[in-house]
């Protein structure tokens, strides 16, 4: 988002930072071709009875893991919150996790994985719980970088709901970093993003850390 840029500044598609794809079949089996080629060079013979259909299933899973350019028509619909304005209103965390995922390092086009939790402070709206599994899949389901996808969740999450806070910890393995280059079995790598009262009440997030797992293993 560009600096002095507010959240009304932008609409939903630009905020969701949506590409929707319209790729012919033409297209499609173009593509098909180049990766028969791109096999080939790197020693598969693509010509056996369990190879012949690798090229197509290739830029089929492809283009199925990356379908989160394409947005999400059940993911914007935000509810009035049940706090009624009572003490305890920014204090009550609404906390989903953990949500599983997937997705490709932009830098390699390697797969990530692992899982996701999302908090919220809510101030006037809240969001349907499945929504939250919605907007993960939305972010991972592109050609990514971990740290990227937990400040568009918070963004997003900011400009629906405009809540008192938003925290957001995702923790993957990286194949890029298990099957090339140092080729280390590595610890999962783990980041936060803690906007509003989390970033400013250390026991609320302290809070949200402990529902993560975060007090059973080391960061």
Same mark, same amino acid.
């Given at each position: 988002?560009? *600096?002095?840029q507010?959240?009304?500044?932008? @609409?939903?598609?630009?905020?969701?930072q949506?590409?929707?794809?319209n790729?012919?079949?033409?297209n499609? =089996?173009? &593509?098909?071709?180049?990766?028969?080629?791109?096999?080939?060079?790197?020693?598969?013979?693509?010509n056996? $009875? @369990?190879?012949?259909?690798? $090229?197509?299933?290739?830029?089929?899973?492809?283009?199925?893991?990356?379908?989160g350019?394409?947005?999400?028509?059940?993911l914007i =619909?935000?509810?009035p919150k049940?706090?009624?304005?009572?003490?305890?209103?920014?204090?009550s *965390?609404v906390?989903e996790?953990?949500? &599983?995922? !997937?997705?490709?390092c932009? !830098?390699?086009? %390697?797969? &990530?994985?692992?899982?996701?939790?999302i908090?919220?402070?809510?101030?006037?709206?809240?969001?349907?719980i499945? =929504?939250?599994?919605?907007?993960v899949?939305?972010?991972?389901?592109?050609?990514?970088v971990?740290?990227?996808i937990?400040?568009?969740? #918070?963004?997003?999450?900011e #400009?629906?709901?405009a $809540? !008192?806070g938003v925290?957001? &910890?995702?923790?993957?393995? !990286?194949?890029?970093v298990?099957?090339?280059g140092?080729?280390?079995?590595?610890?999962?790598t783990?980041?936060?993003? %803690?906007?509003?009262v989390?970033a400013?009440? $250390?026991?609320?997030?302290?809070?949200?850390?402990?529902v993560?797992g975060?007090?059973?293993?080391?960061?």
């Amino acid at each position: 988002m560009a *600096q002095n840029q507010g959240y009304d500044d932008f @609409s939903m598609d630009e905020l969701l930072q949506l590409n929707k794809r319209n790729i012919s079949p033409e297209n499609i =089996k173009k &593509f098909e071709g180049y990766m028969a080629e791109i096999f080939s060079a790197f020693g598969m013979d693509i010509n056996t $009875p @369990s190879t012949v259909d690798t $090229p197509r299933r290739f830029i089929e899973a492809l283009y199925e893991s990356t379908n989160g350019y394409d947005g999400d028509p059940k993911l914007i =619909k935000a509810f009035p919150k049940e706090c009624r304005g009572e003490p305890d209103c920014r204090l009550s *965390q609404v906390i989903e996790g953990p949500i &599983f995922f !997937h997705s490709l390092c932009e !830098h390699h086009v %390697f797969p &990530f994985y692992g899982e996701a939790y999302i908090g919220y402070v809510g101030n006037e709206k809240i969001l349907g719980i499945s =929504k939250l599994t919605r907007l993960v899949r939305l972010y991972t389901k592109r050609f990514a970088v971990q740290e990227r996808i937990g400040y568009q969740i #918070a963004d997003t999450l900011e #400009a629906i709901l405009a $809540p !008192h806070g938003v925290a957001v &910890f995702l923790r993957a393995k !990286h194949m890029c970093v298990e099957m090339r280059g140092v080729r280390e079995i590595s610890p999962a790598t783990r980041t936060t993003v %803690f906007r509003g009262v989390y970033a400013n009440d $250390p026991s609320l997030r302290a809070e949200f850390l402990n529902v993560c797992g975060l007090n059973k293993q080391a960061m």
